[in-house]
């Protein structure tokens, strides 16, 4: 069955540096988010992604996050200085065009980030 | 707008007992409405999904919800609990935002712990 796949699953990182989170979501989706789940709370959205620009985004997704699709295949997060609050878990999902129907997101597994 | 309100943050069962995790939502349109899962260190897998049709949903390992318009309700319930379903669980609404992609709001969560 088709799965949305991150890398990596897991990545420390010190203060102030730059992380890109990988995802390959399912080949035939045509939308594309990212959500955060930091620990001990609920899962937030930051971005929506579709037709190679971005839909939607939440407050928390400021100007040190960036997202791009730069191959057709993979989409990536960028967090371009990172700080102690960014650590979380990183969701990817994405879904087909007809999305109309169900709304329904298929996500990966995750990538946790740690930021000392 | 929408919302998603769980109304337990913890709930402790016995095996071989039922399973009951309460939803609450609230949404402008016909909502879509999702159960998700968590298990510890692992990504978020749907149970089943509302989408206007049938409102007693089947999903996978024994779960089902049934949307409720009236109580604004889509609770969850397993007649028989089981040592894997314990885990972190949680009820999601879905909009559709301005005819290009769809959002999902996240309630805080239920974990579920199953006891012997």
């Known amino acids: 069955e088709p799965e949305v796949t991150q890398t990596p699953s897991h990545q420390v990182t010190q203060m102030g540096q730059e992380v890109i989170l990988r995802c390959v979501p399912i080949s035939n989706h045509l939308y594309f988010y990212w959500y955060r789940q930091i620990l001990g709370q609920k899962v937030e959205f930051l971005v929506s992604f579709y037709n190679n620009e971005i839909s939607e985004k939440s407050e928390i997704f400021d100007d040190q996050f960036s997202v791009e699709r730069p191959d057709g295949s993979n989409f990536t997060l960028k967090i371009r200085s990172t700080k102690l609050e960014d650590s979380a878990m990183y969701f990817c999902?994405?879904?087909?065009?007809?999305?109309?129907?169900?709304?329904?997101?298929?996500f990966g597994e995750g990538s946790r980030l740690t930021v000392l | 707008a929408q919302s998603v309100t769980q109304l337990d943050s913890h709930v402790s069962v016995s095996e071989g007992t039922p399973v009951l995790l309460r939803c609450n939502y609230s949404s402008s349109y016909s909502p879509s409405l999702f159960w998700y899962v968590q298990h510890p260190n692992k990504g978020l897998q749907l149970l089943l999904k509302y989408t206007s049709a049938a409102t007693l949903v089947k999903g996978i390992n024994g779960f089902e919800a049934e949307f409720k318009k009236s109580e604004t309700s889509f609770h969850l319930t397993k007649p028989s609990a089981h040592m894997s379903d314990a885990a972190e669980y949680f009820c999601v609404v879905s909009a559709f935002l301005t005819g290009t992609a769809s959002k999902l709001t996240f309630g805080t969560g239920t974990r579920l712990q199953v006891t012997l």
């Open positions: 999902a994405s879904n087909t065009e007809d999305w109309g129907s169900t709304g329904e997101l298929f």
